[in-house]
């Protein structure tokens, strides 16, 4: 069987967590989740934080090197890490 994960139960039947199996059979603490779930119902998305890293889209340079990443590497879309 293929198991994605579920939740996680402490001995009083209360969730705590959930198994997160497709990162290193991690899990997310129930504290997270209701952080994540309460923002994702007022936005309607999820934050994703990148740790100070800063990012370019690809769509936002100039026509050349759109170009040059295109033919290069194949690549139309996606972020270059700067930093």
Do not use: A
Not at 44 to 52: E, K, N, S, V, Y
Request: charged share 25%; with cysteine; hydrophobic share 35%.
């Amino acid at each position: 069987l293929d198991d994605d994960g579920g939740p996680i139960i402490d001995l009083e039947g209360k969730v705590v967590g959930l198994v997160n199996n497709h990162i290193n059979e991690t899990f997310i603490p129930s504290s997270i989740l209701h952080k994540c779930f309460d923002f994702w119902r007022r936005f309607d998305c999820m934050p994703r934080l990148h740790l100070g890293m800063t990012f370019t889209s690809i769509k936002h340079l100039d026509p050349i090197s759109i170009e040059r990443m295109t033919r290069d590497h194949n690549i139309e879309s996606g972020l270059i890490v700067e930093q």
